[in-house]
């Protein structure tokens, strides 16, 4: 792997939880960013929780020390051609996920998930923490 990794909401979910094993990880990459589409993941379960207010300062702390990474003409495509060869396959997967994939793929990133569905994106660099 290249040492440049994007986190998956639920890894994000296991730092947040002092997962000691994600943090190990975290500390030896080389570089580690976040889509987009999980820190709209996260506001939403900050935004259901019965402590809001404490989860939604503790996400914009974690948001502001991290790189984010949006989305452009270059991850549509990129989600275009992922949807399109699950759906051919009869192997859909949650919209957000195809994003994620397509962000990750668009800039090289190995993706860190505890999600299976994402072995089904083809040419997705994928890890486990």
Known sequence: MNGKYLLDTNIVIALFANDASVK????QAREVSIPATVIGELFYGAFKSGRSKANI????????????IGSGLETGKQYGKIK???RKKGTPIPEN????AAIAMEHDLTLVSRDEHFTKVVDLKRVFW
């Open 24 to 27: 190990q990880q975290i500390i």
């Open 57 to 68: 300062a503790k996400l914009e702390g974690f948001a502001t020390a991290n790189t984010i």
């Open 84 to 86: 399109h060869r699950l």
């Open 97 to 100: 996920d195809i994003w994620i």
